[in-house]
T-cell receptor
Framework: DTEVTQTPKHLVMGMTNKKSLKCEQH?????MYWYKQKAKKPPELMFV???????INESVPSRFSPECPNSSLLNLHLHALQPEDSALYLC????????????FGDGTRLSIL | EDQVTQSPEALRLQEGESSSLNCSYT??????LFWYRQDPGKGPEFLFT???AGEEKEKERLKATLTKKESFLHITAPKPEDSATYLC?????????????FGTGTQLKVEL
């Protein structure tokens, strides 16, 4: 069991739907991350939050909207996604946003119809 | 451009047959080299961080080493439960966020 919890585990949505992915950690970490991982590929960084502020956006399309309501929670709001956005979305956290190791959740498997 | 290359892409070992996985990196401003294990359908599980050339870390049958250009993950007397994809990543964390550049991984299968 990981200490980073992601919900839901699986999500199927149409291209016109709006949905949200949720991530929670209770390790007192102050940096949180969203990654996208396609099959047989390594994770690709999307966003970094440091002390609840967005610090890195890797030129992600605006149909992905991150939110960090508090130091334990991270959301990813999805709207008008494309079929190529189908992937495993991983959340991670680290003690801070320096060179500390990141701890990953088990992800949300997203399928866009 | 930062780059991390892992070899081999896939490796089949017999139980007890030791081997090494390679991770070559060119990451500007490297602040840490990270090793992860990923099982199918799961997120990466953190194994080791190496911060400076010459550093070594061990955990059970795994030992990670670091030079100025590459890192090795040595697996001694592997068991079937060591089967997984092993990822290495270079980190450039400097306050704004620890950006990890991942290699494409080595898929390890250990057979009885």
């Amino acid at each position: 069991d990981t200490e980073v919890t992601q919900t839901p585990k699986h999500l199927v949505m149409g291209m016109t739907n709006k949905k949200s992915l949720k991530c929670e950690q209770h390790m007192g970490h102050r940096a949180m991350y969203w990654y996208k991982q396609k099959a047989k590929k390594p994770p690709e960084l999307m966003f970094v939050y440091s002390y609840e502020k967005l610090s890195i956006n890797e030129s992600v399309p605006s149909r992905f909207s991150p939110e960090c309501p508090n130091s334990s929670l991270l959301n990813l709001h999805l709207h008008a996604l494309q079929p190529e956005d189908s992937a495993l979305y991983l959340c991670a956290s680290s003690q801070d946003a320096s060179n500390q190791p990141q701890h990953f959740g088990d992800g949300t498997r997203l399928s866009i119809l | 451009e930062d780059q991390v290359t892992q070899s081999p892409e896939a490796l089949r070992l017999q139980e007890g047959e030791s081997s090494s996985l390679n991770c070559s990196y060119t990451v500007s401003g490297l602040r840490g080299l990270f090793w992860y294990r990923q099982d199918p359908g799961k997120g990466p599980e953190f194994l080791f961080t190496l911060y400076s050339a010459g550093e070594e870390k061990e955990k059970e049958r795994l030992k990670a080493t670091l030079t100025k250009k590459e890192s090795f993950l040595h697996i001694t007397a592997p068991k079937p439960e060591d089967s997984a994809t092993y990822l290495c990543a270079g980190g450039t964390g400097a306050g704004g966020g620890n950006k990890l550049t991942f290699g494409t991984g080595t898929q390890l299968k250990v057979e009885l």
